[in-house]
Nanobody
């Protein structure tokens, strides 16, 4: 089993940057593909980015390509989401999740963190 705890959210002006972290417990972190999702008020949770076990490959939703970067440090059991050039439409609760496959659907992820709020002001 994996427990996930996100941190790093906050309030930032448009054009600014934030780095989210997700710390995982357990000895099997490097056996999971990791993903970031977000959920804005009144909207469904949506895929943001995913990274393979060895960090050799990654996926991004189109709206964040070129602005967000997902990375992981298996020695620290941590996955990161570097967010640059933030826009008001990036405002959401951001969740990290663990999956046995590279996936973009919420149903394909087994474990979830509690989320961290990101608010981008215009």
């Amino acid at each position: 089993q994996v427990q996930l705890v996100e941190s790093g959210g906050g309030l930032v002006q448009a054009g600014g940057s934030l780095r989210l972290s997700c710390a995982a417990s357990g000895r099997t972190f490097n056996s999971y593909r990791m993903g970031w999702f977000r959920q804005a008020p009144g909207k469904e949770r949506e895929f943001v980015a995913a990274i393979s076990r060895s960090a050799g490959s990654s996926l991004y939703t189109d709206s964040v390509k070129g602005r967000f970067t997902i990375s992981r440090d298996n020695a620290k059991n941590t996955v990161y989401l570097q967010m640059n050039s933030l826009k008001p439409e990036d405002t959401a609760v951001y969740y990290c999740a663990a999956s046995g496959i590279m996936a973009t659907q919420t149903s394909q992820y087994e474990y979830w963190g509690q989320g961290t709020q990101v608010t981008v002001s215009s």
